[in-house]
């Protein structure tokens, strides 16, 4: 340990709680919106083309800055960016909650989606500064991800209370106090790291790696909404693969690259970022398939929907506490790999959830799949952050947050693309129904509802129950498909973090800005 007394260790413990309560505060905002649509556009009636950019240009800012926002917080200090970022982040939630119209709303939307790429890579990496013991920061880290993990959670269970009682925008306006306290606290308790060399930030580098991680996100949203055949599904794949292969060539000559992309021959790296994208492809289809499971089969409000859902956060949350511990007994490889097989049994459970499932079952179901996601984020993240120098922790720590997203859209245009092509092709519309509102019942189970609301009782009936049956049919084969996935990846990671040692030793630099001895 490089601090004994008992203020430096205060101070240590302080910044963790800091970087713990920035990293809720996204975590809440990345899933109270989901909830507050309907009331949305029931105040503001945006046309869906709007409403498809009011859900998602959050995430393409995000995804597309935490690469370069990673590399200025090294390079300006990470509490001066985690500090203006959260300045900003309270003023754009500000915006949001009172926007008056469709347009902006998403600029204020876009705003928070910068603001969040400012905070994402600044927690982890100044956890990664001020936590120089390894056992120490493995614990941090796995703290860090339990919050994180809780917060996915507890949004929808806040979102909920909120919107029985209040306009949509209270959801975000509860950002503003939280941003005012950890401003206010942060400024005092939170220490400054920099890198002390770090070199100039190549301007081509930076337009080349925003667009690049934008347009292959941008490709998967539209896949996930608009099919395959769409042709700017192809588009933006191209353009992806193209900036990305320059950035990736450009990054190999530079003497100061933005990515040191030599860190993913490094096992332990590749295979700690390979496994963030494993779990959260799984996790955010299992999210979007139980929000229209609780409340479009079961009919249970976005409160009761929120709590029934809490549970697999709070297991998520205790595995991260635990994960160090375990990393002591049977090592990160392991670990991990113990991690992602109980998500997939999680997901095999999932696949039994039938129309009438007890409850019971479902808390099974979350408590096995959230524990195991819990344990592969807390030891992934460590793994990535300290398999590079401390000097390069923003920049490392938006690789494992950009992995996260590419995951998550990777999962919803995947797996949600097969649970809607299952429900689409396999739903057997009642005689009678006109046609125009058979098609709307065939293209989700919400519109199913809609058109069934508006129909004679037995005809409606009739219609609700095909649709709830095949929805849950859909979702058990697609929850069955992820397991099956989860089963494989478990055991490439547990060959990729081979050898990885339990305590990952300091790494260091070369005099020519690279790392010296990579772990793995």
């Given at each position: 340990?490089?601090?004994?007394?008992?203020?430096?260790?205060?101070?240590?413990?302080?910044?963790?709680?800091?970087?713990?309560?920035?990293?809720?505060?996204?975590?809440?905002?990345?899933?109270?919106?989901?909830?507050?649509?309907?009331?949305?556009?029931?105040?503001?009636?945006?046309?869906?083309?709007?409403?498809?950019?009011?859900?998602?240009?959050?995430?393409?800012?995000?995804?597309?800055?935490?690469?370069?926002?990673?590399?200025?917080?090294?390079?300006?200090?990470?509490?001066?960016?985690?500090?203006?970022?959260?300045?900003?982040?309270?003023?754009?939630?500000?915006?949001?909650?009172?926007?008056?119209?469709?347009?902006?709303?998403?600029?204020?939307?876009?705003?928070?989606?910068?603001?969040?790429?400012?905070?994402?890579?600044?927690?982890?990496?100044?956890?990664?500064?001020?936590?120089?013991?390894?056992?120490?920061?493995?614990?941090?880290?796995?703290?860090?991800?339990?919050?994180?993990?809780?917060?996915?959670?507890?949004?929808?269970?806040?979102?909920?209370?909120?919107?029985?009682?209040?306009?949509?925008?209270?959801?975000?306006?509860?950002?503003?106090?939280?941003?005012?306290?950890?401003?206010?606290?942060?400024?005092?308790?939170?220490?400054?790291?920099?890198?002390?060399?770090?070199?100039?930030?190549?301007?081509?580098?930076?337009?080349?790696?925003?667009?690049?991680?934008?347009?292959?996100?941008?490709?998967?949203?539209?896949?996930?909404?608009?099919?395959?055949?769409?042709?700017?599904?192809?588009?933006?794949?191209?353009?992806?693969?193209?900036?990305?292969?320059?950035?990736?060539?450009?990054?190999?000559?530079?003497?100061?690259?933005?990515?040191?992309?030599?860190?993913?021959?490094?096992?332990?790296?590749?295979?700690?970022?390979?496994?963030?994208?494993?779990?959260?492809?799984?996790?955010?289809?299992?999210?979007?398939?139980?929000?229209?499971?609780?409340?479009?089969?079961?009919?249970?409000?976005?409160?009761?929907?929120?709590?029934?859902?809490?549970?697999?956060?709070?297991?998520?949350?205790?595995?991260?506490?635990?994960?160090?511990?375990?990393?002591?007994?049977?090592?990160?490889?392991?670990?991990?790999?113990?991690?992602?097989?109980?998500?997939?049994?999680?997901?095999?459970?999932?696949?039994?959830?039938?129309?009438?499932?007890?409850?019971?079952?479902?808390?099974?179901?979350?408590?096995?799949?959230?524990?195991?996601?819990?344990?592969?984020?807390?030891?992934?993240?460590?793994?990535?952050?300290?398999?590079?120098?401390?000097?390069?922790?923003?920049?490392?720590?938006?690789?494992?947050?950009?992995?996260?997203?590419?995951?998550?859209?990777?999962?919803?245009?995947?797996?949600?693309?097969?649970?809607?092509?299952?429900?689409?092709?396999?739903?057997?519309?009642?005689?009678?129904?006109?046609?125009?509102?058979?098609?709307?019942?065939?293209?989700?189970?919400?519109?199913?509802?809609?058109?069934?609301?508006?129909?004679?009782?037995?005809?409606?009936?009739?219609?609700?129950?095909?649709?709830?049956?095949?929805?849950?049919?859909?979702?058990?084969?697609?929850?069955?498909?992820?397991?099956?996935?989860?089963?494989?990846?478990?055991?490439?990671c547990l060959w990729a973090l081979r050898g990885t040692p339990k305590e990952i030793p300091e790494v260091i630099l070369d005099d020519t800005g690279r790392v010296e001895e990579p772990v793995g």
């Amino acid at each position: 340990m490089t601090s004994t007394t008992p203020a430096a260790a205060g101070k240590k413990w302080g910044t963790l709680v800091i970087s713990c309560l920035a990293m809720l505060l996204l975590a809440l905002d990345l899933t109270v919106l989901h909830l507050a649509t309907p009331k949305l556009v029931e105040d503001m009636t945006p046309s869906a083309t709007q409403l498809l950019w009011i859900l998602d240009v959050y995430g393409f800012a995000l995804a597309g800055l935490l690469i370069t926002f990673g590399n200025i917080g090294d390079r300006i200090g990470r509490k001066k960016l985690l500090l203006i970022g959260t300045v900003a982040f309270g003023a754009a939630s500000a915006l949001t909650a009172y926007a008056p119209t469709p347009e902006l709303l998403i600029a204020a939307r876009a705003l928070l989606g910068v603001a969040g790429a400012t905070i994402m890579p600044s927690t982890l990496s100044i956890i990664r500064n001020v936590f120089t013991d390894p056992k120490e920061r493995t614990a941090a880290v796995g703290i860090w991800s339990s919050v994180s993990a809780l917060g996915f959670a507890i949004g929808p269970v806040v979102g909920g209370a909120l919107l029985d009682h209040f306009w949509w925008g209270s959801v975000f306006l509860i950002n503003v106090p939280i941003t005012v306290v950890l401003v206010a606290v942060g400024a005092v308790v939170l220490p400054e790291s920099r890198n002390p060399n770090p070199g100039r930030l190549d301007v081509v580098s930076v337009p080349l790696s925003i667009v690049g991680v934008i347009s292959f996100v941008y490709a998967f949203k539209v896949a996930a909404h608009d099919g395959i055949a769409e042709p700017a599904v192809w588009i933006s794949t191209a353009i992806s693969l193209m900036t990305m292969i320059v950035f990736v060539r450009r990054q190999t000559r530079l003497a100061e690259p933005l990515i040191d992309v030599r860190l993913f021959r490094v096992r332990a790296f590749s295979g700690a970022v390979g496994a963030n994208v494993a779990v959260i492809f799984g996790t955010l289809s299992i999210s979007v398939a139980f929000a229209q499971y609780f409340q479009l089969v079961r009919g249970w409000s976005p409160l009761i929907s929120g709590l029934a859902g809490l549970p697999g956060g709070v297991g998520a949350a205790v595995a991260g506490g635990l994960a160090g511990t375990l990393i002591m007994a049977i090592g990160r490889a392991k670990t991990v790999a113990l991690g992602l097989f109980l998500t997939s049994v999680g997901f095999f459970f999932y696949g039994l959830i039938d129309v009438d499932t007890s409850y019971g079952f479902m808390l099974l179901s979350m408590i096995v799949a959230g524990s195991g996601m819990g344990f592969t984020f807390a030891v992934t993240n460590d793994t990535i952050i300290a398999s590079v120098p401390r000097e390069r922790a923003g920049a490392a720590s938006a690789i494992s947050e950009t992995a996260t997203e590419v995951g998550g859209a990777l999962g919803i245009a995947v797996l949600g693309s097969v649970l809607g092509g299952l429900y689409t092709g396999n739903l057997t519309v009642p005689a009678g129904i006109p046609a125009e509102a058979a098609d709307v019942a065939s293209e989700s189970l919400g519109g199913a509802v809609h058109v069934a609301s508006q129909l004679p009782s037995p005809l409606g009936t009739q219609l609700l129950d095909a649709a709830q049956r095949t929805f849950v049919d859909s979702m058990q084969t697609t929850l069955v498909i992820g397991a099956v996935s989860m089963i494989v990846l478990a055991g490439a990671c547990l060959w990729a973090l081979r050898g990885t040692p339990k305590e990952i030793p300091e790494v260091i630099l070369d005099d020519t800005g690279r790392v010296e001895e990579p772990v793995g």
